[in-house]
């Protein structure tokens, strides 16, 4: 017990709804699985079956003795799982939202910008994990394009622009729907004098929001079809039968491809099933929220609070917002969560958080903007960062030319290089 009346709880994942279902439906899954292809991957599997032994004690534990007090209590291992497990998932979501406030985001204005794709599409990009990250590259280049252009008008030279997107599988009726959420500065980066200062930009407009979708539709279809993508082939496994499963679930008001754009909103773009929404906005004092939207972005899959048991039995789940015809909550039997659960396990080894532009680990301004702890920029990195300049490597690019080349990747990274106490 703590100064303040604190004191550590242990949390008892056997006794929630989502352990109880995956308890007793997990063999079956794994049986009915076998018989469809090559059966689930083997990530899925380990993630559910490490699922069950996450914070409980008698899989392991770390005992943690307080020196002052001498009081002792028991910490379970957890399973660090990135698609089953909701406790591990909101950790890493807090942990992600905390290093991205403190060590990489600079004070400055941020914009959400988010993209979703037609049903056709998000089949695509979910078989796909590298045709995907592909699409998230063809997206950036418009967005800083448009980031360039607009600078470019106002009479900024040698602008730069960044980008942390958040790449999410998953909808919030549990539905299998690749999208982008991407935090871009309201501004650029412009190196002046050994130093690099941000340029404050103006909202996006309405028009611009349009075009650029327009842009970002015409690109993706034409990466897509010249990688042969389209038409998509059908599922191979079971975690492709139940992914398509979800994503060719309909909602009764729905009956084509292209769903009815929602009601009209600023700085909101629809076409034929590709959306952009960049009307959220964060003042550069605005820490606290700026941590609670990358929180949100890297959310998990579930919500642990948000399920409970129906009066039926079933499972409930109590969505974010309620569908148009008043539902608020969705049922579930237990085989029936476990499979809608194991189509939204992200594949292993992909990087859902990414860091684009000047925040990029090679960037030439990287050192200059992101908050690193005891460093200051050296003589080297001063004096390269001023014959870049010169011999224009960071100049501006042109409107007409600034999306076929981006100065960001060209040239040596500026070295960082930190010296050790002792080598002082």
């Not at 910008?113 to 995907?132: A, E, I, M």
């Not at 252009?149 to 997107?165: D, E, K, P």
């Not at 974010?320 to 594949?347: C, M, N, Q």
């Not at 070295?415 to 080598?423: A, F, Y």
């Amino acid at each position: 017990m703590g100064t303040h009346g604190w004191a550590y709880r242990r949390r008892q994942p056997e006794g929630t709804v989502r352990y109880e279902a995956v308890r007793e439906n997990l063999a079956t899954l794994l049986a009915e699985a076998s018989e469809v292809g090559r059966g689930l991957p083997r990530y899925v599997e380990q993630d559910f079956a490490r699922y069950l032994e996450c914070g409980v004690l008698a899989h392991g534990f770390a005992r943690v003795r307080c020196e002052s007090c001498k009081d002792e209590l028991l910490v379970a291992f957890a399973c660090k799982g990135r698609g089953v497990c909701p406790s591990c998932s909101a950790k890493r979501a807090h942990v992600t939202a905390m290093h991205l406030v403190e060590q990489v985001l600079p004070h400055v204005p941020f914009r959400q910008w988010t993209l979703s794709f037609p049903h056709r599409v998000q089949w695509v990009l979910f078989k796909d994990v590298g045709l995907l990250s592909d699409v998230l590259t063809v997206f950036l280049r418009a967005v800083f394009a448009l980031q360039c252009r607009r600078a470019w008008r106002q009479g900024l030279r040698g602008g730069q622009a960044g980008a942390v997107s958040f790449i999410q599988f998953f909808g919030s009726a549990l539905q299998v729907t690749p999208h982008f959420h991407s935090l871009v500065p309201d501004g650029v980066f412009v190196p002046r004098e050994g130093r690099v200062r941000f340029e404050p930009l103006p909202p996006p407009t309405q028009g611009e929001v349009e075009r650029l979708l327009k842009v970002v539709r015409h690109r993706v279809l034409r990466l897509l079809e010249k990688r042969g993508a389209l038409p998509a082939q059908g599922p191979e496994d079971a975690l492709q039968v139940y992914q398509a499963h979800s994503l060719q679930r309909r909602l009764r008001w729905t009956e084509v491809d292209v769903r009815p754009p929602p009601r009209k909103q600023p700085r909101c773009a629809f076409l034929e099933g590709f959306s952009l929404h960049a009307n959220t906005h964060l003042h550069a004092n605005d820490r606290h929220g700026l941590e609670r939207l990358c929180r949100y972005e890297a959310r998990g899959v579930l919500a642990l609070e948000r399920l409970k048991r129906a009066e039926d039995g079933r499972i409930a789940y109590r969505m974010k917002r309620p569908l148009p015809d008043g539902t608020t909550h969705l049922l579930f039997t237990g085989l029936e969560l476990l499979r809608r659960v194991a189509s939204l396990v992200p594949p292993p080894r992909t990087n859902l958080t990414r860091v684009h532009g000047v925040f990029a680990p090679g960037a030439q301004l990287r050192p200059f903007l992101v908050p690193q702890a005891g460093w200051v920029p050296t003589l080297e990195a001063v004096l390269r960062l001023a014959v870049l300049m010169l011999l224009g490597t960071t100049t501006a690019i042109h409107p007409k030319t600034c999306r076929m080349s981006l100065s960001w990747t060209q040239g040596t990274a500026i070295e960082s290089s930190r010296s050790s106490p002792k080598s002082r």
